[in-house]
């Protein structure tokens, strides 16, 4: 299998979640980073190419640019990876669409509902795949509560509890140079949600990810403890089904004494599972009146989610990275025409539009002074 | 210090609660228990009495009877220990009250909110002491971040989460013989609550203890998951307070995994504070970009709450026997005059209404289809 | 069953140990502490007594003293207890074996092994009973492992890793008024071990509880790692048994970081299990290829060892005093002819002469720079 | 920098640990492994090639015809991996060090102690780099471990704990074609250490690695569970140092319920450390007296050796391949000049020539029935 050639937009030196795509694009060694616009700054963008190993002349300008220039080659990028802030998103997809590319694009999707719509259109008529980067989903446990839901191993779904809690906005970092909290906390460029959005959005795709199902209604109370943000950086939010199940989300990124806090609990008429980011190569599954079970990444017991997506035994455990070079390494096998069922379970631009329904439903809801709302309004 | 004799009501053979009260009542050797009404069932009465060595001639078969057939002895029972199913609650503690006797008394206080307030007229007309027996609150580091809130450690106090879940009536228990299951999920002896007045009102009362504040308004969202339940036996519940604090509770009795979960993490604008019932030696403790420290009973930095609840010393685990034993040592102190101020941290009749008005507006949010309402009607 | 009239020797005010036997005794009303030779300090004696609420009169001024005062009496002790430091035990043993009473005594049951075997047959030629409080015995999940040892569920044992481990000798504190530490680290008092006398004969006394056998050689490397300490405060230890089996202990009070840390794990050709003192609710219990289990005390898949020691449901912490207590119990059967089978699991003389067996073998393998050596000179 | 071209030998389609290396050498773009000689057999060698993506005609039967073959490319391969069974790694790595490449081999670094310090002369004498991938000590808590010792902070050591416990040989999965346990349990092909080379190398070289010394005399008791096995698969371990400190290691490939457990902790006069390798992103830190600390990678109070061996931000966990690359980095940066100072830290040939001669002195201990031996033969 020939390697993917990748162009990035973003995610240029200083980057988290640059650096993160790429390693998580080298790991197996399925993809080459060839070009890119990695900064609207000149020379950040010329010294970043340098950095990644990308030609100075593939460093380009601006997206346009790339686009022209990659058109020109014989060994042009076949697809765009976009890891800017939120609000730069849909130009950046779209154009790339548009001229050939398939995208795969850092969440949340864009920074608006509306954008997100127009975007799902514009991936129809374009034909091209678009992934989107829902790492939390490449876990080989969380796949395997997935599996373990639709197996029918908890029996029917009652209820479940995610938390996505953080605490590194604790105090006003935005105000302290902190560029990644700058950006996170202005509603122009984050769009409506700051928490709920830039976490919040992980644990919505999850719960519909481990069940199969979206919520019909929710309910949140958002808020913005730090004085004078502009964006919630606390959400308390709970979803009914319409089959009757019910869900608790609670996201915060001023819980201090939490990293990166995400959890998932979920139990059913006949047993619960429960996971925790933080230590993600073990689930906890009890069936009723059976004493708990401690399941594990290639360990016994072990389903083809889990056993599907790790490179080593049970016992040497593997990380976020790895868990983000899954969607990779998934994509890639969909992107080569090798597994299009694969496809089936990785986000795309259906769950980028959901994440935005979810924000836009926890917004108007609070709004309203925390009211229950349609989730699609 | 002459041993307080003590009457029971209710808690004979086969009671969970009543053998929890007498070892409590032995741990410290502070108590007495020499009289008691312990079952309607005279034959059981008989048998519970040879079991805890109580005299035949003190097993009564009324309130009335042991009312009466105390206060003609020298020996007299002076307080009365309540531990009947909730509806059995409001009756025995008035009689025993105007009679004299001071009360310790299982929660919730009564089984409805007209009740309790009804007693806290009683015990304020009568000057008695009457304890209520939210025995989470004896545990050291629960006292510790109480001490901890109030000294200001956390900062200003934004957010709590606390959890109390279980799993014991996943199936419908209640069908099958078991008592516990039966009353508690029967509206006329358990009153409008289910699982959120069995053990909700556990964790309300915590979060009134560690905070020092009741909330404003609630929201709760009641779910009876098994079929036939006539009680709630799952609750979402938001809380805000009004110097603009949030909380979050949930509580459950379906969630398969969990045999006695209840956890209390609080947040503030320096610090957090993290516990776990079924790990109750240990309290986590962050300060803002600091690494987080393991506080434990009797540890290093542990606070008056601590150090004075516990017996033994750090390293040897106490438990929920220890934690209950504390209230009665307390109140010992108190019902001896050695220790007023003990009074001043331990639930009583207060307590009691004020987790029957968390009860009722539960159910009045969670009747108006979850919307918020005042925590007080 | 009317309650055993106990009385002490030693355990007065300001005694950690004293204090533990007197719950242990109260925790299920089946004794009463009426007498005593609290402390050879005639002023601690009687304020003791006043604490513990023994009469005055019953405050002795020496053992001999509480035998005859005793013997005058209708209301007569049946048993005392011991709980002074280890050079006093034999003493006191051998005189109320020889008047007659039971004796329920701390460990190690002597200073010396000559005097421990002395006390054997003393015991034996007074036909009296003699409990050795070797108390994490006394744990529903030890219990546990025991039943499942040796029901053959782990197959056939090949290897076990005791820990015990503290950290409060890790400074001088003899040299800093720490009364528990001055006796310990002091030859003469203590007898030949330092740490291994004193929670290192915990951990061998565990491991012949658990197993079933003892080992037939060991091997000690002792340390005294603070300067001018006379005893050790660091051991590793290496076992053999004749089966094959081989065993291997650490032993520490220098292990900062470490309260009372104290594991047992035990594997064997089918399974494993591991067990903590700081977390003694839950048992690990992995049969081979299978994932782990997690066991809790009184939940699924409890052993009669287990369900036979608690007094309340899962989920509810039990501690060191309910195991404690636990002998406490089961002596009382014992001693009232309810239980005698309870005998065979209740550490007694056999046990305290294996302990300093053990304490002995280690002191002579050290003394030959640690080379193996028979467990019995 | 450009990269680094590397050759392999062994690690074709079916190893563990050849792919290990590869993702470790892709992980941060900083090789290509465009060469080698992956399987004796010539269909697995080719195949391999094609998996890993490296040109058929640079697949290689031999090592001569490797080196020959790349040494007529302009594009020349400039370092090897050896990721064979042991007894195959001596000859491997002489014919490429004398051919000029540099060699990164995985442990332990030879089947026999002479054939290491044979192998030590021929690093000297051709001047090349040789790396060892002990990758435990890539960890950026285990090298925090380091840091804190050196710099004092808890005092003077005076006694560690490692475990290093599998459980994956409990069962004879040699006669079950189980490939990887065949050579390991195979004399001539392992060398003389099973469990105590396969695993014991990495617990031994940690504790070199952390304490910065090496112990003088050790206690090896080695066992054979299995019957029929030919090398130990359970190990006790006494370790002595000149300064007094005294260490204990475990090491067992049966002890069920273990997947790989690889444990270290330290404690010296001032303070105590506890990592565990399966939960790696953690490090327990006590200092005397004070409450436990919970050191994070990435996290407060970061050493620069876990600062500077991180890709992403705390709470976002990296396990053992980002361990295993943190090594590939650090070499890379040796190999290209940009570091010559992280050498120091890097394992090389002088910790496999000990790695050597642990084993070798392990086995001369245990073939005096546990005696003590000098570490140096």
Not at 200 to 207: E, F, P, V, W
Not at 224 to 230: A, D, K, N, P, Q
Request: charged residues 25%; negative net charge; contains cysteine.
């Amino acid at each position: 299998m020939t390697r993917i050639r990748l162009g990035m937009v973003g995610g240029g030196r200083g980057s988290f979640i640059g650096g993160v795509h790429r390693i998580a694009a080298r790991m197996d060694g399925l993809y080459d980073v060839v070009a890119g616009v990695f900064s609207s700054d000149a020379e950040r963008n010329k010294s970043s190419a340098e950095d990644i190993g990308v030609e100075a002349s593939r460093a380009y300008g601006s997206i346009e640019d790339m686009i022209h220039g990659e058109q020109a080659r014989a060994d042009a990028i076949e697809a765009v990876v976009i890891a800017t802030p939120n609000h730069l998103h849909f130009e950046a997809a779209k154009a790339c669409l548009e001229a050939g590319l398939h995208v795969i694009c850092d969440k949340p999707v864009t920074a608006t509902l509306e954008d997100a719509i127009k975007l799902e259109k514009i991936v129809g008529r374009t034909g091209k795949h678009f992934f989107l980067t829902h790492n939390y989903t490449g876990y080989p446990m969380v796949r395997q509560m997935r599996d373990m839901v639709a197996a029918g191993e908890l029996g029917e779904i009652r209820t479940f509890h995610a938390e996505y809690v953080q605490d590194w906005l604790t105090e006003p970092m935005e105000h302290r140079g902190a560029k990644g909290a700058e950006w996170r906390t202005d509603p122009s460029k984050s769009g409506a949600g700051g928490s709920i959005g830039d976490i919040g959005t992980h644990a919505y795709n999850l719960s519909t990810f481990v069940l199969g199902r979206r919520p019909s209604h929710l309910l949140a109370d958002l808020s913005s403890f730090v004085s004078g943000r502009r964006l919630d950086d606390n959400a308390s939010i709970l979803l009914r089904y319409e089959n009757g199940a019910k869900g608790t989300m609670w996201v915060s990124q001023v819980a201090v004494g939490n990293e990166n806090h995400f959890t998932f609990r979920v139990y059913g008429s006949k047993g619960g599972l429960e996971w925790e980011q933080e230590d993600p190569n073990r689930l906890w599954f009890t069936q009723y009146g059976k004493p708990k079970q401690l399941l594990t990444r290639g360990g016994a017991q072990a389903t083809s989610g889990n056993t599907g997506s790790i490179r080593i035994p049970a016992g040497h455990p593997e990380g976020f990275l790895e868990a983000f070079a899954n969607l990779y390494r998934d994509a890639a096998l969909v992107l080569r025409g090798k597994a299009t069922d694969r496809k089936l379970s990785l986000p795309g631009i259906r769950e980028g539009v959901e994440g935005l329904e979810f924000v836009d439903a926890c917004v108007r809801s609070s709004s309203a002074n925390g009211a229950w709302v349609d989730v699609l309004a």
